[in-house]
């Protein structure tokens, strides 16, 4: 079965009837005008059209508005939580200053006893008395 060429209607087919045409030269019949024509006034209601606007534009004022003040109050907040923060921070700081003073102190002392004992070990070699005992117990 070859598409391209023609094939005899088989029985039990029905032919598909052609649509009818019409010769240009027969004049073409427009339907009936209506009884009562307005002319067409664009200008009747100008302000009608741009009601949709005003309204979708008040809505965005609105709500850039309100964003505006979330915005703000978010902001207010974080000035509070950061003005908090510092301050803990100040706090522990100053607590790690003193902290470390304490340290200090403590190791200047500690030092102070060190080089006390030093002082005191060297002293004792040198007394002759002592190294001789030292050598005789030893």
Known sequence: MNPMEPQEPQAGEAEIPAVPTRSRLEPVVLAPPPERVEPLNLARRPFLN????????????????????????????YRERSADKRERIARSEASDRRSVGVIER??????????????????TDRDSDVRESRSATG
């Open 106 to 123: 403590y190791l200047g002392q500690a030092e102070d006893v060190t080089i006390e004992r030093q002082n005191l070990i060297e002293g």
């Open 50 to 77: 741009s009601r949709p606007v005003v309204r979708v534009a008040l809505l965005l004022w609105l709500l850039g508005l309100a964003l505006l003040l979330v915005d703000l109050w978010q902001f207010l907040g």
